[in-house]
């Protein structure tokens, strides 16, 4: 019986040294930046300004919103607020690139997190949160625009890079 106090104490103590909540944070970060990226690069210049109805935005605003969303959320947790300006930018070239350097300011806020921080209490969007639901945050509202982007990507005829994966990389139009 005490072995097994004993087992179980140590197997909880090393998930904890293990900083389980943030790694599987930044784990999931990591997947949604990658489909995002990835989903921009698929889409064909041409279709940028594609919507797939009258009053939906078009997968040049989504990429557009996302670069500005992910560096307002994240520079403001870094410390330093900044503005990306993506919206007013027009060529492809420009979206993807702003949508990287937009996502790696999120990079940084994710790659600081650790168990302990991700616990801490910080003013964000006038409440007290912690720092692991703003993040978390971060990362939903970032899939929501990814999933968004499938819809838009699939209408044009090509494989989203999440659903492309899971078919061994042999779907659709790169």
């Not at 599987?24 to 210049?45: F, G, P, S, V, Y």
């Not at 307002?72 to 410390?79: I, K, L, M, Q, V």
Request: aromatic share 4%; glycine share 8%; proline share 2%.
């Amino acid at each position: 019986m005490n072995r097994i106090v004993i087992l179980t104490a140590l197997g909880v103590s090393s998930l904890l040294a293990q900083d389980t909540l943030s790694t599987e944070a930044k784990q999931r970060w990591t997947q949604t930046k990658n489909n995002l990226i990835a989903a921009a690069e698929k889409m064909d210049e041409a279709n940028y300004d594609f919507k797939p109805a009258a009053e939906s935005q078009s997968f040049k605003v989504l990429v557009s919103h996302t670069a500005d969303s992910a560096m307002g959320t994240c520079s403001a947790f870094n410390g330093s607020p900044q503005k990306l300006g993506a919206a007013s930018l027009s060529s492809k070239a420009e979206l993807v690139e702003a949508l990287k350097k937009g996502l790696a300011e999120c990079d940084t806020a994710y790659g600081g997190l650790t168990d302990a921080k991700a616990t801490e209490m910080v003013e964000a969007r006038g409440a007290q949160r912690s720092r692991l639901t703003i993040l978390w945050g971060n990362t939903v509202h970032m899939e929501h625009e990814y999933a968004q982007m499938a819809v838009h990507l699939r209408l044009k005829g090509v494989v989203p890079p999440s659903s492309e994966r899971g078919m061994g990389g042999k779907g659709g139009k790169k």
